[in-house]
């Protein structure tokens, strides 16, 4: 189970990494539309994380989990214009 809650948290961190890193191409550009197309999923992957690494008690896991909480969140967020 620990595993699993790293992987998750893992998996949450690169696609959030995605999300935050500037496109420099096309390739980079496709790849970080398809991220912040999926930032609720990535905030929702976060959470889960945070709780199957709290029940694990892997520190890895809920670390890795609010930041992706955190960047679906700040991501996702509506923004006052």
């Not at 694990?56 to 509506?78: I, N, Y």
Request: aromatic share 8%; with cysteine; net charge positive.
């Amino acid at each position: 189970m620990r595993r699993f809650a790293a992987l998750l948290g893992a998996l949450s961190a690169i696609s959030s990494a995605f999300v935050v890193r500037p496109a420099n191409s096309y390739r980079g550009f496709m790849v970080k539309s398809t991220a912040t197309a999926q930032t609720p999923a990535l905030t929702f992957l976060g959470a889960v994380t945070i709780a199957v690494g709290a029940r694990c008690r892997s520190r890895f896991a809920m670390m890795t989990g609010l930041l992706g909480v955190t960047v679906g969140d700040v991501l996702h967020r509506p923004r006052d214009r």
